[in-house]
């Protein structure tokens, strides 16, 4: 059974960092690109990053570029997002997602059950 | 960006009827997906590809549609089927999401 564990979300201060892992199993993870998504409280869904399972590229939305960093540690089936200089509309649960594939069309096949972030001060 | 517009923002169903959500890409897309949010729970990967359905998915529904519209349809509304739908575009990056469409049950 594929599982995807969050953990590290909290109360931050604006302009503060804080960083999210995933745990994965139930799969060979290294065969798979990884993602966070995030949704504000009561809002839609947002893509926020996304990594290919060597690790060799990442890609981001304009509204956290430069200021988050998806990695990941093959070893230890972890997937990380460090997020810096958090901002009020950073507030949101943040999910760790898979891609079924490496290639286009890209969409999510598993989600974790999500990790709250509060950037308030 | 390609901007995705989810239509209706919110409805409610009866059990038994046919139920149509729609979503419109600002520019041509090659694939649509959904995903299924009920209250309180992680989201579903509901349809991918435009039209196949994911494991556990109930056959009642289905997904359509090309280029910049595309929709999902419940042929029998069921009390379960209660939740939000998001579209979502994976043609090109940045990936996007519609605003939801929030389905009730009468």
């Known amino acids: 059974e594929v599982q995807l564990v969050e953990t590290g979300g909290g109360l931050v201060q604006p302009g503060r960092s804080l960083k999210l892992s995933c745990v994965a199993s139930g799969f060979t993870f290294n065969n798979y690109w990884m993602s966070w998504t995030r949704q504000a409280p009561g809002k839609g869904l947002e893509w926020v990053a996304s990594i290919t399972n060597s690790g060799g590229s990442t890609y981001y939305p304009d509204s956290v570029k430069g200021r988050f960093t998806i990695s990941r540690d093959n070893a230890q089936n972890t997937l990380y997002l460090q997020m810096n200089s958090l901002r009020s509309e950073d507030t949101a649960t943040y999910y760790c997602?898979?891609?079924?594939?490496?290639?286009?069309?890209?969409?999510?096949?598993?989600w974790g059950q999500g990790v709250m972030v509060t950037v308030s001060s | 960006e390609i901007v995705l517009t989810q239509s209706p923002t919110t409805m409610a169903a009866s059990p038994g009827e046919k139920v149509t959500l729609t979503c419109r890409a600002s520019?041509?897309?090659?694939?649509m997906h959904w995903y299924q949010q009920r209250s309180g729970t992680s989201p579903k990967l509901w349809i991918y590809e435009t039209s196949k359905l994911a494991s556990g998915v109930p056959n009642r529904f289905s997904g359509s549609g090309s280029g910049t519209s595309y929709s999902l349809t419940i042929n029998s509304m069921e009390t379960e089927d209660a939740a939000t739908y998001y579209c979502q575009q994976g043609s090109s990056y940045p990936l996007t999401f519609g605003s939801g469409t929030k389905l009730e049950i009468k």
């Open positions: 997602t898979r891609y079924p594939r490496r290639m286009a069309p890209y969409y999510f096949d598993y």
């Open positions: 520019s041509s897309v090659s694939y």
